[in-house]
């Protein structure tokens, strides 16, 4: 079945770029998320690319798309403590008209 | 953007009990979903309802049940909390259209179950 994977944990220096990788098994995927989740809260949506891009970039954040590798970065530049959280990966799988498959998520650790 | 609320952020029930959790939207999309989050597992989907009074399981519906009386509530039901079923509980909003699947989430309830 499909399958979305990431790393548990991230730890870089505050003013560094963070990059969070994720891979995924469905190459007919059309959307593809971040959420992050602070502490103590629900998820909210950070950012989505659509399956025929290979990059966006919304202020600080860069998402790269590598279609033939099915990998997935998230790169936030300079990063602050504010960004501190848990990111997750999640895919739309072709054809479902409801599902995110979900990685584990990412704990982004910000040294100071 | 929508907004989702649920009852409780922490709650603590013995083995056994009745256990209800709400979902509150306060727009009319269709879609609503009822996630566990585990450290290290991501989130595992629970029950999804599509409409009024309609349902399907997704991966891990065992212990559980739901009900969607009204277009904005979505409860998940524990019948008799076991201590396994202490978890994250996340509820979500699904909106359909160009942003296909994307999801608007409620707070977290935090259940421990003793």
């Known amino acids: 079945g499909e399958d979305v994977e990431q790393s548990l944990f991230l730890s870089v220096r505050e003013g560094d770029s963070s990059v969070i990788n994720c891979t995924y098994t469905d190459s007919s995927s059309t959307y593809l998320y971040w959420y992050k989740q602070e502490p103590g809260a629900g998820l909210q949506l950070l950012t989505y690319?659509?399956?025929n891009m290979d990059m966006k970039q919304d202020q600080r954040l860069t998402v790269l798309l590598n279609k033939k590798d099915k990998h997935l970065s998230l790169r936030i530049a300079d990063t602050q403590t504010g960004d501190s959280a848990i990111y997750f990966c999640a895919e739309t799988p072709q054809g479902s008209n409801y599902q995110l498959i979900w990685g584990a998520g990412t704990k982004l650790i910000i040294k100071p | 953007d929508v907004k989702v609320t649920q009852s409780s952020r922490y709650l603590v029930k013995r083995t056994g009990e009745k256990v209800f959790l709400e979902c509150v939207q306060d727009?009319?999309?269709?879609?609503m979903f009822w996630y566990r989050q585990d450290p290290g597992l991501g989130l595992r989907l629970i029950y999804f309802?599509?409409?009024?009074?309609?349902?399907e399981k997704g991966d891990i519906p065992e212990g559980y049940s739901v009900s969607r009386e009204k277009k904005e509530r979505f409860s998940l039901i524990l019948e008799s909390a076991s201590t396994n079923q202490t978890s994250m509980y996340l509820c979500a909003v699904g909106l359909a259209g160009e942003r296909l699947n994307e999801q608007y989430f409620g707070p977290g309830t935090r259940l421990t179950v003793t």
């Open positions: 690319i659509f399956s």
């Open positions: 309802s599509y409409d009024v009074k309609m349902k």
């Open positions: 727009m009319d999309h269709e879609n």
